[in-house]
């Protein structure tokens, strides 16, 4: 069975910063790209970033250069470091398998993780 184990999430400052974390199981986590996502009230899901195995990071354009993605196979962590954290920042933020850089992998989603910021 397939767990995501999102955690992390609060309630935060506008400017201040928040690390995700998820430690998934039920699959082999170094077999995968690995990505995060987030979904506002009364929004779809989007695409914030993904980490592959060669080390290469992609990131939706809404990140600007706030926001690291990275992974840890040994530990089977993936993180998202989000720093200037900006109130449309509010969203419960999901990690999740890759399929490319952008897409995720099926339709599988964990419970994530809650982000509230603050203004």
């Known amino acids: 069975q397939i767990q995501f184990g999102e955690s992390g999430g609060g309630q935060v400052q506008a400017g201040d910063s928040l690390r995700l974390s998820c430690q998934p199981s039920g699959f082999i986590f170094s077999s995968y790209g690995m990505g995060w996502f987030r979904q506002a009230a009364g929004s779809e899901r989007e695409f914030v970033a993904s980490?592959?195995?060669?080390?290469?990071?992609y990131y939706a354009d809404f990140v600007k250069g706030r926001f690291t993605v990275s992974r840890d196979n040994e530990k089977r962590t993936l993180s998202l470091q989000m720093s200037g954290l900006e109130a449309d920042g509010t969203a419960v933020y999901y990690c999740?398998?890759?399929?490319?850089?952008?897409?995720?992998?099926?339709?599988?989603w964990g419970q994530g993780t809650s982000v509230t910021v603050s203004t």
């Open positions: 980490v592959w195995n060669d080390g290469k990071t």
């Open positions: 999740n398998r890759m399929r490319s850089q952008k897409r995720h992998f099926g339709d599988f």
